[in-house]
């Protein structure tokens, strides 16, 4: 063989190859790798939508998908056409999200592409309910009804906590609602209560007992998607990070400001603590305030500066701090049309039926919490060393114990619960 032939043929190869190659990244343009990832989302929404309608539940794993999928004789796409794992979510019994976060591999933003997917996440209210930061500092604690979705003040965002009690995950979901396809999510997956910032599109949430995020109360930028834990001594800028050595807290969120710059109150205990009585959980020497300014203040007001005002009541179940307007989604209507008064046995059914029908939402904790607080009263009217006072003593603690033994339910009303079971320890 002449040295021409043999440089020839590898040369001659060589180039095959890379025609093909070009050919192949010409066919797969920008705009086929979108529809061809779009067509697999599809295909593999039709799968889980089946698994739904054979089970009553969507899969909990993307495994449990995959193997659903071939006992159907089904394929599953794993990967989209840039070569990243198609992102399957479940939120709760029935609602999910499948994604593909595009060439770039992050989650999209406010005026940036939208990520492609398919996102059931229930219906959209036009108009959520909103709080009210103008009389929010004047209390202990916020409306409990906003813990189940709230829209910004501007009406550009609304935000719910998904809870699934399976495996106790809880995400915090944003939609946008003026760009129908505009989903962000929370990078943390034990978020327990949030709030909006007034005047800001970013979010104040809770969020602890994660196995992979570290406890903390973050603040959330939307329009960068940054994230930064306030109880982080590296304030400024910490994102999440994955971390095995997290400080474990109990934390209740109190009320953020319309003030520039904003204020944000929240209880705070060590949860070494496993048990938590509410009278000094919810007292000045819990609060910490967070002022945002250019440089994060971190302070503790003093008792005789701080509101002298008690959980220890129902107020916080009603709608003092909710701005009237919003409609909200059924259970948070269902929620606001609760007795707060009148009859007291008529009273104590609604609110007990409440809970039974809604055992599984975010809602349910602060049910079950209302319900002890209204039989603990009780007992201390009747008289605690009476037949009548004992009795109401024992359902009290009896709704204690179903508390803390509720999974989805936030740390600290946990270790309430677990309070009130035994409170004289």
């Known amino acids: 063989m002449s040295v021409k032939s043999f440089l020839y043929g590898p040369v001659a190869a060589m180039i095959t190859i890379a025609l093909l190659i070009g050919a192949y990244e010409y066919r797969v343009s920008p705009w086929s790798r979108v529809q061809i990832t779009t067509d697999m989302i599809l295909e593999n929404d039709t799968i889980v939508q089946n698994h739904l309608r054979v089970w009553g539940v969507v899969p909990e794993t993307l495994n449990e998908l995959r193997l659903f999928a071939r006992e159907n004789g089904r394929r599953l796409n794993s990967y989209d056409a840039w070569g990243e794992r198609i992102d399957y979510l479940r939120l709760d019994p029935v609602n999910y999200l499948i994604r593909s976060f595009g060439e770039d591999g992050i989650q999209n933003r406010p005026n940036s592409d939208v990520d492609l997917g398919v996102s059931h996440l229930g219906p959209l209210e036009p108009q959520g309910l909103q709080y009210n930061a103008h009389e929010g500092v004047a209390h202990p604690r916020l409306s409990a009804v906003l813990f189940a979705g709230s829209s910004d003040d501007s009406g550009k965002w609304a935000a719910k906590i998904f809870v699934d009690p ?4 809880k995400h915090l979901i944003v939609r946008s609602q003026q760009q129908k396809d505009l989903v962000m999510m929370a990078n943390h997956d034990g978020v327990e209560e949030f709030l909006w910032l007034p005047n800001h599109e970013k979010i104040v949430f809770t969020a602890s007992h994660s196995l992979r995020y570290p406890d903390g109360l973050y603040v959330w930028d939307l329009k960068t998607d940054d994230f930064y834990n306030l109880f982080n001594e590296e304030q400024g800028g910490a994102t999440i990070e994955m971390n095995g050595e997290q400080k474990r807290l109990h934390m209740a969120l109190a009320y953020v400001t319309a003030t520039t710059p904003s204020q944000i109150g929240v209880f705070e205990a060590s949860a070494v603590q496993s048990r938590l009585d509410p009278k000094k959980f919810f007292h000045p020497q819990s609060l910490h305030v967070f002022i945002l300014d250019q440089v994060i203040k971190h302070i503790r007001p003093l008792p ?19 701005v009237q307007g919003g409609t909200g989604t059924a259970i948070q209507k269902a929620w606001l049309g609760l007795p707060m008064g009148g009859d007291w046995e008529e009273s104590m059914i609604a609110w007990q039926d409440f809970a039974a029908q809604h055992s599984k939402t975010q ?3 602060y049910a079950v919490f209302g319900l002890s607080i209204f039989y603990s009263d009780a007992a201390a009217v009747a008289g605690l060393a009476s037949k009548e006072g004992k009795a ?3 359902l009290s603690a009896e709704m204690g114990n179903t508390l803390n033994s509720i999974s989805s ?7 309430i619960g677990a309070w009130l079971a035994q409170p004289e320890l």
């Open 409 to 415: 339910a936030p740390g600290y009303l946990r270790a």
């Open 166 to 169: 399976m495996s106790g995950a």
């Open 392 to 394: 109401f003593a024992g």
């Open 363 to 365: 809602l349910a904790p």
């Open 304 to 322: 005789d500066a701080a509101t002298k005002a008690s959980v220890h009541d129902t107020e916080f179940l009603g709608s003092m701090t909710v």
